[in-house]
C-alpha cells in the first residue's frame, strides 16, 4: 500500500511540472487600439485618374467600334442592288421598233437594194423601153411611194403606243433613284434611266428614218414620172413612129 501510495504522488508531481508554464506563461493579445489604417490622398488621387484615363480610353475604343459598324453597315448599303429592273421592257421597246422597221415594203433600210432598186426603177428612162414596160415601172413605183408611207404611218404608231410604257418606266426609276439606299442603287437607277433616254431617242431616230424614206421615195417618184413624161412626149412627137390618127366609135351601133 505504501509503494502504491508513493507512485501515485509521483505521477501526479510530474503532470503538474509539465502544465505549470502555460499556466504561468503570459498571453500575448495585441489590443484593438494597436490597428491603424493609414489614408494617402496622393495614391487616392493617382488610383482615381487611373481609373478615369482608363475609363475614357474604354469609351473611345466603344466609340471607335460604333463607327467602324456604322461604316460597315454604310458600305453594305452603297452595295446593296437596286431591286427594280427596266431593263427588259427598254429591250422589248426597242425590239419592236426594229421589226417594224424589218417589215420595210419593197424597197428595204439596205444599201444594196436601195441602189439596185434606184438603178432599175428610177434611173433614167430607156428609150427601147415598151409602153408597157414604162406603165409597169410606173406601177412599182407608186407602189413603193405608198409603200414607203404606211410603212412611216406604222412606225409613228409604234413609237406612239411605247410613250405609255416609257412614261410608266420613267416615273418607277425616278421613285427607285429617289428611295436608293446606297450609292449603288442611285446609279443603277440613274443607268436604267439613260438607258430609257436612249430607247426614246432610238424611237426617234427610227420615226425620223421611216418618214425620211416615205418622203424620198415620193420624191424619187416624181422625178422618175417626170423622166417618163419626157420620153412618152418624145416618143409622140417622132414622125413616122408617134401618134397615129385611127377610126374611134364612142358608142355602139344598133
Known amino acids: 500500500m505504501t509503494s502504491r501510495h508513493a507512485c501515485s504522488r509521483a505521477v501526479l ?19 484593438a487600439h494597436a490597428w491603424r489604417i493609414v489614408f494617402d490622398p496622393s495614391n487616392y488621387a493617382q488610383n482615381v485618374l487611373t481609373a ?9 475604343q466603344i ?12 458600305q453594305a448599303r452603297n452595295l446593296a442592288s437596286l431591286p427594280f429592273s427596266a431593263l427588259q421592257e427598254i429591250q422589248q ?11 420595210a ?23 427601147s423601153a415598151t409602153d408597157q414596160q414604162l406603165i ?35 416615273s418607277e426609276l425616278v421613285s427607285q433613284s429617289q428611295g436608293a439606299t446606297g450609292a449603288l442603287q442611285a446609279t443603277q437607277a440613274g443607268n436604267q ?17 421611216a418618214n425620211g424614206r416615205a418622203a424620198t421615195l415620193t420624191e424619187a417618184e416624181r422625178a422618175a414620172a417626170a423622166a417618163q413624161a419626157r420620153e412618152q412626149r418624145r416618143r ?18 344598133n
Open 63 to 74: 466609340t471607335s467600334l460604333q463607327n467602324e459598324a456604322q461604316m460597315l453597315i454604310n
Open 13 to 31: 508531481l510530474a503532470a503538474t511540472m509539465l502544465t505549470a508554464p502555460l499556466v504561468l506563461s503570459p498571453v500575448l493579445i495585441r489590443p
Open 105 to 127: 415594203q419593197n424597197i428595204a433600210f439596205d444599201v444594196q437594194q436601195i441602189d439596185q432598186a434606184f438603178q432599175q426603177q428610177y434611173g433614167d428612162v430607156s428609150m
Open 52 to 60: 478615369a484615363r482608363s475609363l475614357e480610353q474604354i469609351t473611345h
Open 136 to 170: 409597169s415601172d410606173a406601177r412599182t413605183r407608186w407602189q413603193n411611194t405608198v409603200g414607203g408611207l404606211q410603212d412611216a404611218m406604222r412606225v409613228q404608231a409604234g413609237v406612239v403606243g411605247n410613250i405609255d410604257t416609257n412614261r410608266a418606266q420613267m
Open 236 to 253: 409622140f412627137l417622132t414622125p413616122g413612129s408617134g401618134y397615129q390618127p385611127g377610126n374611134a366609135q364612142m358608142f355602139s351601133g
Open 193 to 209: 434611266i439613260l438607258a430609257l433616254q436612249s430607247q426614246q431617242l432610238s424611237d426617234l431616230v427610227a420615226l425620223l428614218s
Open 93 to 103: 421597246s426597242v425590239q419592236r421598233t426594229q421589226q417594224l422597221l424589218s417589215e
